[in-house]
């Protein structure tokens, strides 16, 4: 099987560019929006008005709008044709400590005071909150220090005949690669964009575009009892980024073919490598054991780690919200609150953990800015070589489990207990011998951290986490 950082080879090209806010051009009518920023503007100014009219202390207010369309087809024929729009108003409302919130639809004067009166009702019989106040006025970004050159809006003109089109060709390609290839589960295009505005009485006015679109596949491979599926899919902010869907359903081909022939393996304790887009599970999992609400509900097994070693020496994790055109990027996080590169690991050892303001409250420390979760994270090893690739990777794991599928959820956070379903490919003196389905791999997310003995030079990104993949010294599989 080849490595599964294909290359991203243009699909096509398109005559558009980069607009990092609502308010350039071109006109939200160009872009598929049905109301402009400004109109935004004045709709949450209006709400802010009017929770403060009736006695709020403080005030936020957040308008959203997203649109988009998904086509999905099987075996050449179209199956499915969604085109999605909707659209938001949320008002938070303070009285002293006590919060309460209420959303609507209707963007209508009378519906947003009908809904600021009703967020003003809930916290009227709200328990009192200290810690639930808006951000500290002093972590709030302001508009002229709030970045709009991140480039994470690109309108993806496409009709839903242009789709199907692409979406087909996607399964095709996938289909011609080998006559063992029987049937489909079908492939898919999705083209998905959205833009808001939100202010609150702390000071903080902002907004931006963003869009999102894909293009997947899923094929079968043999007949029978022996039938494997396997998957593959490319997501960018701009469409003319996406792989070349002959490209995606070749790979997604591939991987299915692969999995042929798979057999049972006898339990045993050994080391385990993750493949990139799994790694990425992993770092995912560190993520949510070191956010603000495990770590105040002490429902994390790792409790009290800021300063502490939780990875090998050689294992470092940055965030930056300011890549472009990245999928965890943003000028400020889901309160409007400042955000900024830093080191989250250095030398295996966490250097701060991720808050928002209530947690931060809670936990008597300053918000990091991850209200609404993590930016982009880079996980990276001291010890990884440029020539690192996967076919160095099953080198270095010598004889042991591939793995490149898990099922279930497996994972106890409070305990750190992992135990998830697998399938993959059994590795003998650093080459595939063959594939292997329904075994269960356990451990200990503690010790699995520790254990990260190599980090490939194969480095993929998953939505907002990039890395290559994971060796880990060993694991408990479960097998026939």
Same mark, same amino acid.
């Given at each position: 099987m080849n490595n599964p950082n294909m290359p991203k080879t243009t699909a096509r090209k398109s005559a558009h560019s980069p607009v990092s806010s609502p308010a350039d051009a071109p006109t939200q009518a160009e872009k598929g929006f049905a109301y402009s920023r400004a109109f935004f503007e004045g709709l949450v100014d209006s709400a802010l008005k009017h929770a403060k009219k009736l006695g709020a202390t403080d005030a936020a207010a957040h308008a959203s709008e997203g649109c988009g369309l998904s086509v999905s087809v099987r075996l050449g024929e179209l199956e499915n044709v969604e085109?999605?729009?909707?659209? &938001?108003?949320?008002?938070?409302? /303070?009285?002293?400590?006590? +919060? $309460?919130?209420?959303?609507? #639809?209707?963007? *209508?004067?009378?519906?947003?005071?009908?809904?600021?009166?009703?967020?003003?009702?809930?916290?009227?019989?709200?328990a009192e909150d200290p810690f639930s106040a808006l951000p500290d006025e002093a972590d709030i970004a302001q508009p002229p220090e709030q970045r709009t050159d991140l480039e994470l809006f690109f309108p993806w003109a496409i009709s839903s005949e242009?789709?199907?089109?692409?979406?087909?060709?996607?399964?095709?390609?996938?289909?011609?690669?080998?006559?063992?290839?029987?049937?489909?589960?079908?492939?898919?295009?999705?083209?998905?964009? &959205?833009?808001?505005?939100?202010? /609150?009485?702390?000071?903080? +006015? $902002?907004?931006?575009?963003? #869009?999102?679109? *894909?293009?997947?596949?899923?094929?079968?491979?043999?007949?029978?009892?022996?039938?494997?599926?396997?998957s593959w899919y490319s997501s960018q902010r701009d469409a003319t980024e996406l792989a070349a869907p002959e490209a995606i359903g070749r790979y997604a081909a591939e991987r299915a073919l692969s999995r042929l022939k798979a057999r049972k393996i006898a339990t045993t304790e050994c080391p385990v490598l993750f493949e990139s887009p799994l790694a990425a599970g992993l770092l995912g999992s560190f993520v949510q054991a070191i956010s603000g609400g495990?770590?105040?509900?002490?429902?994390?097994?790792?409790?009290?780690?800021?300063?502490?070693?939780?990875?090998?020496?050689?294992?470092?994790?940055?965030?930056?919200?300011?890549?472009?055109?990245?999928?965890?990027?943003?000028?400020?996080?889901?309160?409007?609150?400042?955000?900024?590169?830093?080191?989250?690991?250095?030398?295996?050892?966490v250097q701060g953990y991720f808050l928002g303001s209530y947690s931060a409250r809670k936990l008597g420390l300053k918000t990091t800015g991850?209200?609404?979760?993590?930016?982009?994270?880079?996980?990276?090893?001291?010890?990884?070589?440029?020539?690192?690739?996967?076919?160095?990777?099953?080198?270095?794991?010598?004889?042991?489990?591939?793995?490149?599928?898990?099922?279930?959820?497996?994972?106890?956070?409070?305990?750190?207990?992992?135990?998830?379903?697998?399938?993959?490919?059994?590795?003998?003196?650093?080459?595939?011998?063959?594939?292997?389905?329904?075994?269960?791999?356990?451990?200990?997310?503690?010790?699995?951290?520790?254990?990260?003995?190599?980090?490939?030079?194969?480095?993929?990104?998953?939505?907002?986490?990039?890395?290559?993949?994971?060796?880990?010294?060993?694991?408990?599989?479960?097998?026939?």
């Open positions: 085109r999605n729009r909707d659209k &938001s108003l949320g008002i938070t409302v /303070h009285i002293g400590l006590r +919060r $309460g919130n209420a959303s609507t #639809s209707d963007f *209508s004067q009378q519906a947003i005071e009908q809904t600021a009166q009703a967020a003003f009702d809930i916290a009227r019989f709200t242009e789709a199907a089109q692409l979406a087909i060709i996607t399964e095709a390609a996938a289909l011609k690669v080998d006559k063992r290839i029987s049937n489909s589960e079908g492939a898919g295009v999705s083209a998905q964009q &959205s833009h808001f505005f939100s202010a /609150h009485t702390h000071g903080f +006015r $902002g907004g931006y575009a963003s #869009s999102r679109h *894909s293009v997947s596949v899923s094929p079968i491979a043999g007949k029978g009892q022996d039938m494997q599926r396997d495990s770590l105040y509900r002490k429902s994390t097994f790792l409790l009290d780690s800021l300063g502490k070693p939780v990875f090998p020496k050689h294992i470092d994790i940055l965030e930056d919200p300011f890549v472009k055109r990245g999928k965890g990027s943003s000028p400020f996080d889901d309160e409007g609150v400042r955000v900024q590169p830093r080191s989250v690991v250095e030398a295996g050892k991850n209200a609404g979760g993590s930016h982009n994270l880079i996980l990276t090893s001291r010890l990884t070589r440029p020539g690192d690739n996967l076919d160095a990777m099953l080198e270095r794991l010598g004889t042991g489990l591939f793995v490149t599928e898990l099922m279930g959820s497996g994972v106890n956070y409070v305990t750190g207990d992992y135990s998830r379903g697998a399938s993959g490919f059994w590795v003998e003196n650093g080459r595939i011998a063959y594939p292997v389905h329904e075994i269960t791999i356990a451990g200990n997310m503690k010790a699995m951290l520790k254990g990260i003995v190599a980090v490939g030079a194969d480095s993929y990104n998953y939505g907002a986490k990039t890395v290559g993949s994971i060796l880990i010294k060993t694991m408990k599989v479960a097998g026939s």
